[in-house]
């Protein structure tokens, strides 16, 4: 069925509606529980999903792929996501064709963002160049088959008047080509989205505007994802939400409160709009949340062949026994059966979290401008250039790296000095915590989760490094047998003395009420899925400098050559023992280096 015509009857009806948005995991075992976790969501209400597109095109037979599963099987109104990126008029068929065999009737159409790597967006050769180009292929080709949708942005109100107004001409236009609803970009400052809509119907436009309302999942996460959208934050916002900034769950709850706020408003206002559109991020817990603040969960009775709702992963497909103990506490088993999955907090996810992917689900990039990264790190011509930079941002003298969109952690003070000295030693650090051995929950530094607990942490550790170093490094490393560590390099292979296939709990807490939280881990498979990102970043830092220059064949041959590092102190009591081999190993290579020049980190013999 069209989205419009369901937009349509719930108009009709007077009935408030919602939809979520997912995105493709980047592991086989984060897709199945993905499916789970539709499925289980399809419990609350929704009117339809959407699934995105990757940016470059790299999750493409993906989306269509879970489209057809979302369809078929989980049996519930799909939208698509379509983009112009790294698309051919061929493929962009393939993907119409699949879809309509699925029986998918709707389709987001989007130029999209540059492919991974790329500074500028340019077309494929036979590709489209702009947004309407496809709508109007869609159109052409496929008559009124599909629901067409377009992507609005309601801060485009804020652009100098003769900007804004080109905007929206433009927007006009791909309307009158044949779209049928908008999707709006997140956003949080209602004023400015009420504006707009008000701005749109100026404009003679008048198909549905569909909000798309993000629920706010944790501190880091809500910064990370206005900061990379540029979104605007009410001041109200903030003033509500970091005092709490450690602790996860009142950020949520708070944060469920102010959202609900912004929805009801935007209902209540006269602008026609009663659906509400939730990027889920693949999460379930802060869209349930928001939905049941907002008093729109609703009762739904389902014929089912057993009394729960069997799970679509691998494992579960063919269970039909639970204990009868559980009855009344269904995400209760789950959650107990599930590792790892609705607490997230922190880079390492379990892979078998559909919530493990890309940074937002869209693709890779930091967020400064070739103007704004040259100002924070100039032009670096020698390996010491660039671990002065880490250096320094270590110890809170620069405001960003291509890891770290943000000023380091408070808790990152705690170590900082230790940091720099691991970078002068030519340790690339990206990542860390300190150890620490039951902090009261509502401690300023390392503090987090409910009151009246404490939290403990493993010494942990994350860089990049090249061989030589590496090699000296190992060697004290395995006088400890207290440490684990991963090594990979930008060809995947791996390197581990750990002899666990299971996951490392670097961080837990234990509360009152409640069982011990673990929130975040370490384990190989989610390593691996990193390090794509991890050396995409470091090669999109290279390439805003010019393509002949020393700055960029400086930073890409290191990518190229170094290997990325994560250690682990498993004694969370001894808080300094994690650094001693570096340090040992730093001052060997240091000393190997006083007759021997280094060349991008590495000693020239």
């Not at 069209?2 to 493709?24: A, D, H, L, N, R």
């Not at 660039?386 to 003298?397: T, V, Y």
């Amino acid at each position: 069925m069209k989205i419009s015509q369901k937009i349509e009857k719930q108009q009709k009806e007077g009935k408030v509606w919602w939809s979520f948005e997912y995105f493709p995991p980047r592991t086989a075992q984060g897709l199945q529980n993905l499916l789970d976790r539709i499925e289980r969501m399809r419990a609350l209400g929704p009117e339809f999903i959407d699934i995105t597109w990757n940016a470059g095109g790299r999750t493409s037979d993906l989306t269509s792929e879970m489209v057809k599963t979302c369809q078929g099987l989980i049996g519930i109104e799909t939208c698509m996501h379509l983009t112009c990126t790294n698309m051919p008029k061929e493929k962009v068929d393939i993907a119409l064709r699949e879809a309509k065999a699925h029986g998918c009737r709707n389709v987001l159409a989007l130029r999209g963002d540059p492919p991974a790597g790329q500074e500028a967006w340019e077309a494929v050769e036979g590709g489209f160049i702009h947004g309407i180009d496809l709508v109007r292929h869609i159109r052409k080709n496929y008559g009124d088959y599909f629901d067409i949708a377009v992507p609005g942005f309601p801060q485009f109100q804020l652009l100098p008047p003769a900007e804004r107004d080109l905007e929206m001409k433009y927007l006009k236009e791909k309307i009158d080509a044949g779209v049928d609803f908008i999707f709006t970009q997140m956003f949080y400052d209602v004023e400015i989205f009420i504006d707009w809509v008000k701005a749109v119907r100026a404009a003679g436009i008048t198909i549905p505007i569909v909000p798309g309302i993000a629920p706010i999942q944790t501190w880091n996460g809500f910064m990370r994802a206005t900061s990379l959208a540029k979104t605007v934050i009410p001041q109200f916002f903030m003033d509500a939400l970091e005092p709490h900034r450690n602790d996860d769950e009142k950020v949520r709850a708070i944060g469920t409160k102010l959202v609900a706020d912004m929805c009801r408003r935007i209902l209540k206002e006269d602008l026609g709009i009663l659906g509400l559109h939730f990027y889920t991020m693949n999460l379930e817990k802060a869209t349930k949340m928001l939905l049941e603040e907002l008093n729109l969960v609703p009762r739904v009775e389902t014929l089912k062949p057993l009394p729960w709702r069997q799970s679509l992963t691998p494992n579960r497909r063919q269970e039909t026994i639970r204990p009868i103990f559980w009855a009344n506490r269904t995400k209760s088993y789950i959650s107990r059966t599930e590792n790892w999955d609705e607490y997230p907090n922190g880079r390492f996810g379990d892979s078998r979290s559909p919530a493990y992917g890309e940074l937002d689900g869209y693709g890779v990039w930091f967020k400064q401008s070739k103007e704004d990264a040259i100002k924070l790190w100039g032009y670096p011509t020698s390996f010491s250039d660039i671990s002065s930079l880490f250096a320094r941002f270590c110890k809170k003298q620069l405001a960003a790296l291509p890891w770290s969109d943000q000023a380091p952690s408070s808790e990152t003070a705690v170590i900082s000095s230790q940091l720099a000295q691991m970078n002068d030693l030519g340790f690339l650090t990206i990542n860390s915590q300190p150890a620490v051995n039951g902090a009261r929950s509502d401690d300023k530094v390392h503090g987090w989760g409910p009151s009246n607990g404490y939290v403990y942490q493993k010494a942990y550790l994350e860089f990049f490094v090249n061989s030589a170093l590496l090699d000296l490094l190992l060697k004290y490393i395995e006088r400890d047998s207290n440490i684990t560590y991963y090594v990979i390099n930008s060809r995947g292979d791996l390197k581990t003395n750990t002899h666990s296939d299971g996951p490392n709990a670097v961080t837990w807490g234990v509360f009152p009420g409640k069982e011990i939280v673990q929130p975040t881990i370490v384990e190989a498979i989610s390593f691996m899925a990193w390090k794509d990102e991890a050396y995409e970043l470091g090669q999109q830092w290279a390439q805003i400098y010019d393509e002949d220059s020393p700055s960029r064949k400086l930073i890409s041959d290191f990518m190229e050559t170094s290997s990325l590092v994560n250690v682990v102190h498993n004694d969370f009591q001894d808080l300094e023992a994690i650094f001693k081999p570096f340090f040992l190993a730093g001052e060997e290579y240091r000393a190997l280096n006083a007759t021997s020049p280094i060349v991008n980190g590495i000693i020239e013999h």
